[in-house]
């Protein structure tokens, strides 16, 4: 055997391998690495968009907790002052209600002093009579001086 004819018979079968896998095994395995090198890529980039997303919708919510707690603010300042409005009102009502009762009550106390006195007019009246008769030691008859009792009734 003659070692020349080995290397060159070797190296021809390495080149039909070599052209055989470049031909035949080299594509795939090409392909292959590039959709995965595409799926992790898609993936990585998937990963960022999820990340920016979640950052995006952290600020989205503390914004709209911000807006919810001056809306709250807003709220309990509006239900304050109507609470202090309502307050007001009530007194001012409460305040017309007593002066209302208390121009009640004085014209009520008018009445009962007007009728007191013409109470006592007429007892003072009936007392004058009375007095009258003991004097003139006769009786005064009411019905006929009643005209002069009213008149005497009206002067006290």
Same mark, same amino acid.
């Given at each position: 055997?003659?070692?020349?004819?080995?290397?060159?018979?070797?190296?021809?079968?390495?080149?039909?391998?070599?052209?055989?896998?470049?031909?035949?095994?080299?594509?795939?395995?090409?392909?292959?690495?590039?959709?995965?090198?595409?799926?992790?890529?898609?993936?990585?980039?998937?990963?960022?968009?999820?990340?920016?997303?979640?950052? *995006? =919708? !952290? %600020?989205?919510?503390? $914004?709209?907790?911000?807006?919810?707690?001056?809306? &709250?603010?807003?709220?309990?300042?509006? +239900?304050?002052?109507?609470?202090?409005?309502?307050?007001?009102?009530?007194?001012?009502?409460?305040?017309?209600?007593?002066?209302?009762?208390? *121009? =009640? !009550? %004085?014209?009520?106390? $008018?009445?009962?002093?007007?009728r007191a006195r013409e &109470?006592?007019?007429?007892?003072?009246? +009936?007392?004058?009579?009375?007095?009258?008769?003991k004097l003139l030691r006769r009786?005064?008859?009411?019905?006929?001086?009643?005209?002069?009792?009213? =008149?005497? %009734?009206?002067?006290?």
């Open positions: 055997m003659n070692i020349n004819m080995t290397l060159i018979g070797q190296s021809i079968t390495f080149a039909m391998f070599v052209w055989f896998c470049m031909k035949f095994v080299w594509p795939p395995i090409v392909t292959a690495l590039e959709a995965r090198k595409k799926f992790i890529a898609d993936g990585l980039a998937a990963g960022d968009r999820g990340k920016h997303e979640l950052e *995006l =919708a !952290a %600020k989205r919510a503390k $914004e709209t907790l911000l807006e919810g707690k001056i809306k &709250a603010a807003e709220i309990i300042a509006q +239900a304050e002052k109507r609470a202090s409005q309502l307050v007001e009102e009530a007194k001012g009502i409460g305040k017309i209600e007593g002066d209302r009762m208390v *121009l =009640a !009550a %004085k014209a009520e106390i $008018e009445q009962e002093t007007h &109470a006592l007019r007429g007892e003072v009246a +009936a007392l004058v009579v009375a007095g009258a008769a009786e005064i008859n009411a019905q006929v001086h009643a005209d002069l009792l009213e =008149a005497i %009734k009206n002067e006290l």
